[in-house]
T-cell receptor, first 114, second 111 residues
């Protein structure tokens, strides 16, 4: 399997549930990212990891908790989400954090909060 | 003023038309410019990647960057129905990989 794989593809959860999104990259990259994509809005960068260390957290509410156990896997743990958190959550990876390397995206998890 | 401005469309053209997609930006530090194509229910796919000003061509696609005007374009020649997708522009500065995205332009190419 190649590229960036995200699971599940769709997730419906209540506001009190706890769930996790998973991302796996098979590109040998060292940097991984979580983005939120809402309708008609630009992608919002949420978290950046480089070599399993978090290097950026863009003022994301604590109900979103990332985890990067190794350079190939990235998780986003969800707890007590709000309806406005319904969106497409995209994972991306790049060789490293230098700008000469473009980011490659997975197909996302479509999240719906009831 | 938004850091990256992109007309959301929708844009509808007949098959075979030349398509022009554009973004403007305000941050003169941006040096790397990208175009991504996103099909429905899929993630963004890197289409074109350019550094600084100038043109880059890849098949039917041409990316142009005019840093003096803070304006980038993507041209699609001989457009096909398979080009129907949302096109996202993205850019980043020299010192970090913090990419800024446009909101995307939805394109439909009609047979």
């Amino acid at each position: 399997e190649t590229g960036v794989t995200q699971t599940p593809r769709h997730l419906v959860m209540g506001m009190t549930n706890k769930k996790s999104l998973k991302c796996e990259q098979h590109l040998g990259h060292n940097a991984m990212y979580w983005y939120k994509q809402s309708a008609k809005k630009p992608l919002e960068l949420m978290f950046v990891y480089s070599l399993e260390e978090r290097v950026e957290n863009n003022s994301v509410p604590s109900r979103f908790s990332p985890e990067c156990p190794n350079s190939s896997h990235l998780f986003l743990h969800l707890h007590t989400l709000q309806p406005e958190d319904s969106a497409l959550y995209l994972c991306a990876s790049s060789q490293d954090l230098t700008t000469s390397q473009p980011q490659h995206f997975g197909d996302g998890t479509r999240l719906s909060i009831l | 003023q938004k850091e990256v401005e992109q007309d959301p469309g929708p844009l509808s053209v007949p098959e075979g038309a030349i398509v022009s997609l554009n973004c403007t930006y305000s941050n003169s530090a941006f040096q790397y410019f990208m175009w991504y194509r996103q099909y429905s229910r899929k993630g963004p796919e890197l289409l074109m990647y350019t550094y600084s000003s100038g043109n880059k061509e890849d098949g039917r696609f041409t990316a142009q960057v005019d840093k003096s005007s803070k304006y980038i374009s993507l041209f699609i020649r001989d457009s096909q129905p398979s080009d129907s997708a949302t096109y996202l522009c993205a850019m980043s500065a020299l010192e970090n990989n913090d990419m800024r995205f446009g909101a995307g332009t939805r394109l439909t190419v009609k047979p």
